[in-house]
């Protein structure tokens, strides 16, 4: 996957850390721009105003103000658990094939704020790709909070933290 960052290009699968990024976006029109701070992908002009605006709002409230960047309307994956490290933002619908984005076995988090209902209401499902004889796992997420992948059980034993390969964003 190759990024903008910095007014450079990166190649997201070559670099393990990014080129020194934070965050990294999926935007509308298709490009993906990287960060280094929450502040800067918020002031993405590539970003819709209608989610900066809502997102703002949602950080102002006591109540429930969504993790560090988090984005309205996005799919919000993190590198570490409790909504710490890298974060990576999807919104489109569809497959998401972590390699290509250097994101393959670092999954520890998600988290979705949904803002715009009739655009974005749907759910997400993670697979791990097996090889052989192994049949590929997948996990349906219906909640839109996952603190810790650890606490999300595996079929056949252990959890989903590091192990995800794609992450699915299934728009209703």
Not at 22 to 51: F, Q
Not at 119 to 131: F, K, L, M, Q
């Amino acid at each position: 996957m190759i990024a903008e960052y910095n007014g450079r290009r990166i190649n997201l699968a070559e670099d393990e850390n990014w080129g020194g990024a934070n965050s990294c976006t999926e935007l509308p029109n298709g490009k993906v721009h990287c960060y280094d701070t929450n502040e800067e992908a918020l002031a993405d002009p590539d970003l819709p105003e209608t989610t900066r605006q809502e997102t703002l709002k949602a950080a102002a409230s006591l109540t429930s103000a969504p993790p560090a960047g988090c984005i309205a309307d996005y799919w919000c994956l993190f590198e570490n658990a409790n909504y710490k490290g890298r974060v990576l933002r999807f919104s489109a619908d569809g497959k998401h094939d972590l390699e290509p984005w250097g994101f393959r076995d670092k999954l520890s988090s998600v988290y979705y704020q949904v803002v715009r209902w009739t655009v974005n209401y749907g759910t997400a499902r993670i697979w791990d790709y097996r090889s052989g004889l192994l049949h590929d796992r997948q996990r349906d997420l219906v909640s839109l909070q996952y603190p810790n992948l650890a606490n999300l059980p595996y079929p056949d034993g252990g959890n989903w933290d590091n192990k995800v390969d794609n992450f699915e964003v299934r728009r209703a």
